[in-house]
């Protein structure tokens, strides 16, 4: 799928290479889809890392003068940029506007592979010019601080203000009128909503008035307000799922990820290999798996989120993404893919859909397939109830997702 480390640095291209040229060797670095245990290995080298390499080889490998490096960096930029517009021009996109309210459809450009290929490079050349031009201990302590905006994309999820938001258009609301609708203090939020402005996360039209933009919107659910105030698991169940992984993801992931150092230091946990001795036991204080804890009555709502996270996982990338991690076409008719951990099973009704001479076992606990997608599961799809802490092996499978 991808070259090797050193197949990589004797292919770099030079500096004026176009992105056209670059992204078949590089494209495989942009996209992560749900990864084959048995017949796919991960890339040696991250998009970033690869984009370092062509900088730096452009630059006269690893040169003294940084100033070398940015100039590639640019032109790596520029020419992706150039092929970006040649492929809008090509077919008559209409390049979306950071101001525009999200939808798949409005994401349509963005998810052609020609520009999803040349936005991987221009942001990974970005990233890198950005710790070239400022001062290394401004950099180290930028990535620092960014719990702060992790932590306020979680507040605004929580306080439903892109929903909010939603009928206001580009004019906006007044802080005052989205903090009443859950009781917040104003000027708090006012803060909050700032830091995300200023990550480009909802845009403030003028002092504390602010409006959804194209990121923010990804947060919105799509459902009443007063339905999100009243029954809160609603905002997990009939929609795209992304909110629900976004705040998966800033909610228990995030708390765990704080344990990681006390974890990896701790005499016991640090060796470990338990589904309960993580760092999400330590967070948590709890000695159970995260699972059993998700299943706990008065954990539901963490359990009803879960379950729409793999669906989030599926909606928030490109349609064909799962389609493009391995040949499908290789494997014989009638072969038995095992879906480890999948959920309600949205990656393999999509595999199942494009290749329907394929069988699909979905693996999962049973609090999760009891909501595994009842319209197919008859037809192409099985399910099967496997602890998390030891998936059964099954020895006929042809390959499995993980």
């Known amino acids: ?36 245990s048995s017949v796919l290995n991960p890339p040696p080298l991250s998009c970033r890392s690869a ?23 640019a032109n790596i930029i520029q020419s992706s940029i150039e092929q970006i517009e040649e492929v809008v021009t090509a077919n008559s996109f209409t390049f979306p506007s950071p101001d525009s309210t999200f939808s798949p459809e409005s994401e349509a450009p963005r998810m052609h592979p020609a520009i999803r290929s040349a936005g991987s490079l221009i942001t990974s050349a970005a990233a890198q010019l950005i710790t070239l031009v400022r001062p290394a201990p401004l950099t180290v302590l930028d990535i620092t601080v960014q719990f702060n905006v992790c932590a306020a994309l979680r507040t605004a999820i929580s306080t439903h203000v892109a929903e909010i938001l939603r009928d206001a258009g580009p004019k906006g609301k007044q802080v005052l009128e989205i903090a009443q609708h859950t009781k917040v203090h104003p000027g708090k939020l006012a803060r909050v909503l700032r830091l995300l402005a200023t990550n480009y996360v909802f845009k403030e039209v003028s002092p504390d008035v602010f409006a959804n933009n194209s990121l923010s919107s990804v947060l919105d659910t799509g459902k009443p307000v007063e339905e999100l105030l009243t029954k809160p698991e609603s905002r997990h169940i009939g929609t795209s799922g992304i909110t629900s992984l976004i705040e998966h993801a800033l909610d228990v992931g995030f708390k765990s990820a704080s344990y990681l150092t006390e974890t990896l230091l701790d005499p016991e946990f640090g060796h470990a290999c338990e589904a309960n001795k993580t760092a999400f036991n330590k967070a948590y204080n709890v000695n159970e798996d995260m699972w059993s804890w998700f299943e706990r009555p008065e954990n539901r709502l963490h359990l009803v989120r879960f379950r729409a996270v793999m669906n989030g996982l599926k909606n928030a990338s490109p349609a064909d993404a799962i389609l493009e ?12 893919v095992v879906d480890v951990g999948g959920g309600v099973g949205s990656q393999s009704l999509t595999l199942a859909k494009r290749y329907p001479q394929l069988r699909f076992l979905i693996q999962d606990r049973e609090s999760v397939l009891g909501d595994a997608i009842h319209d197919v599961l008859d037809t192409v799809l099985e399910k099967e109830h496997a602890l998390c802490t030891r998936i059964r092996p099954r020895e006929n499978s042809s390959a499995k997702l993980l």
């Open 1 to 36: 799928m991808t070259a090797g480390r050193k197949d990589l640095e004797g292919a770099l291209p030079e500096a004026h290479t176009t992105a056209d040229q670059m992204a078949p060797t590089y494209q495989g670095f942009s996209r992560y889809p749900k990864m084959t």
């Open 51 to 73: 984009i370092v390499l062509i900088a730096q080889n452009a630059a006269g490998r690893i040169s003294q003068d940084a100033l070398a490096e940015l100039k590639a960096l």
């Open 325 to 336: 991690g391995y040949d499908w076409e290789r494997l014989p008719e009638g072969s038995l």
